[in-house]
């Protein structure tokens, strides 16, 4: 290839490269500020919520299965419609 049809293109990739670099930057600066203590624990308290609410949702689950499986053994138990 010609190096004079490449020549355009060093600027360019130049100034690509500065900005991913300038993103980076300030990405890991809003990453290093982002921490602060209330957050930290608000987004604890969060998850321990979150984590009680699929535990919850978990044995809810269980008793709906056990529900259905003794709703299936015992069709006759049903009621009878009425008779007129």
Do not use: C, Y
Request: no cysteine; proline share 8%; charged share 25%.
């Amino acid at each position: 290839m010609d190096p004079n049809a490449l020549a355009p293109l060093i600027p360019i990739a130049a100034i690509v490269a500065w900005g991913a670099v300038k993103i980076a930057k300030i990405k890991a600066q809003s990453r290093a500020a982002g921490v602060d203590p209330d957050t930290a624990g608000r987004l604890q308290a969060l998850e321990q919520e979150v984590g009680i609410l699929r535990q919850e949702m978990v044995e809810a689950q269980e008793r709906l299965d056990f529900t259905e499986r003794v709703l299936a053994q015992h069709p006759a138990d049903r009621l009878a419609p009425p008779s007129n």
